[in-house]
């Protein structure tokens, strides 16, 4: 199958990124690395939109065909790769695992959003810094909750081998540094993401991406 990521650095394009490189790891599957500059805004080219009407990443082509959306680009992964075993097999743990998948995409991800892209959210400057004031606060408040749900794995989120949850986790915990959150404050999180990062694939990810936990600064 011919594989191409269409991907963003530090963007949750990480999660399909570091799968593929699971995949290639575990199958020998290769993949084609598209780099999309979304500073100079090539994600909203003709082309581009022809691929992904919503004008962002990650795209994952497979055989000339475009897929959207990181769970169905995952579902569509393991399906295709369960030798990998980026999901648990078992179908009530791997629909238990699709559903901490989509919380983290529609519920964590999108609390950031409003942080990053607050104008996108309220209009009049005091609206905004009300939305980024209480989705600063929220989005603490759902780490935390991840760390609760990791304070377990051992050493990733699933056991022996790297999930997407890890490589999610990862770019949500990156985000905080961005958002105001100390990593630091976050021990447990860290501790496991400590782990996380050593993994080969996630490893390999963060070097194309040349990206690094290292988003918060300090006033
Ligand atoms: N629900 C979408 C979220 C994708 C998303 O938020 N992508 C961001 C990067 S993390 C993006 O491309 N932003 C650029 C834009 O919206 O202009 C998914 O699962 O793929």
Redesign the pocket.
Known sequence: MKLELYF?PG??SFVPHVALEAIQAATGQAFEQKLVK?HKGE?KTPEYLAMNPN????VLVADGKPL????AICEFLDRCFPKASLLPAEPWARTQALSQLAWL?NTV?PTF?RVFRTSEFAESEPAQADVKKTAQARYRRLLERIQDWTATASPYWFGERIAFHDAYAFTLLRWGGIAGIDPKSLPGYLAYMERVMAAPPVAAALERERIKLDTYKTA
């Open positions: 963003a963007a949750c979304l994600h004008g962002q990443v990650p959207t959306q990181i769970v995409n991800h959003t």
